[in-house]
T-cell receptor, first 114, second 114 residues
Framework: GAGVSQTPSNKVTEKGKYVELRCDPI?????LYWYRQSLGQGPEFLIY????????DSGLPNDRFFAVRPEGSVSTLKIQRTERGDSAVYLC????????????FGPGTRLTVL | AQKVTQAQTEISVVEKEDVTLDCVYE???????LFWYKQPPSGELVFLIR??????QNEISGRYSWNFQKSTSSFNFTITASQVVDSAVYFC???????????FGTGTRLQVTL
């Protein structure tokens, strides 16, 4: 079956612009996670959805970051007024939703803010 | 707060050598899960193993084995008879609470040469 997909694979934008990153989870997975991975670091948690609602958004760095999952499947991570420090690989993962299940990761979106 | 430490930044071995990747974790929770993920040069994180805090049995899967010791808060990963295809960055991760968000270590880059 299809794995987690993310689009675009690469995004280059200018400082101050708005960007949207999309994640398509594995079909039937109710839990969806966003992580951010900077060069040479491990992924850092951003936000977790269970169904349509954000169950934990404690990892969002500030109010420029927002994510939605309106129908409980596809999710969009939105970043306003991008800054150079936002440059990273943004990873999406999904899982069947039972606590502590392994998460299946997508290939990521590499965001570069010039 | 949760923390995962992978003290080995980079390891280089010659093919067929055994190699152990160290992972030390910190948490105040009594229920937690530990994970290992592999990130090959292609970038996509690949799940390797999950272990819960109540199961200290060591596990072997082919050339891979894991040693979980609660007394030292360690969850080490050994590759026996390493192969060039094992070259990747390996991440240890910790999950606590119902959100199941993962706290990753900084990763260990393993380079296996002929």
């Amino acid at each position: 079956g299809a794995g987690v997909s993310q689009t675009p694979s690469n995004k280059v934008t200018e400082k101050g612009k708005y960007v949207e990153l999309r994640c398509d989870p594995i079909s039937g997975h109710t839990a969806l996670y966003w992580y951010r991975q900077s060069l040479g670091q491990g992924p850092e948690f951003l936000i977790y959805f269970q169904g349509t609602g954000a169950a934990d958004d404690s990892g969002l760095p500030n109010d420029r970051f927002f994510a939605v999952r309106p129908e409980g499947s596809v999710s969009t991570l939105k970043i306003q007024r991008t800054e150079r420090g936002d440059s990273a690989v943004y990873l999406c993962a999904s899982s069947p939703g039972h606590p502590y299940n392994e998460q299946f990761f997508g290939p990521g979106t590499r965001l570069t803010v010039l | 707060a949760q923390k995962v430490t992978q003290a080995q930044t980079e390891i280089s071995v010659v093919e067929k050598e055994d190699v152990t990747l160290d992972c030390v974790y910190e948490t105040r929770d009594t229920t937690y899960y530990l994970f290992w993920y592999k990130q090959p040069p292609s970038g996509e994180l690949v799940f390797l193993i999950r272990r819960n805090s109540f199961d200290e049995q060591n596990e072997i899967s082919g050339r891979y084995s894991w040693n979980f010791q609660k007394s030292t808060s360690s969850f080490n990963f050994t590759i026996t008879a390493s192969q060039v295809v094992d070259s990747a960055v390996y991440f240890c991760a910790l999950s606590t609470g119902t959100a199941s968000k993962l706290t990753f270590g900084t990763g260990t880059r393993l380079q296996v040469t002929l």
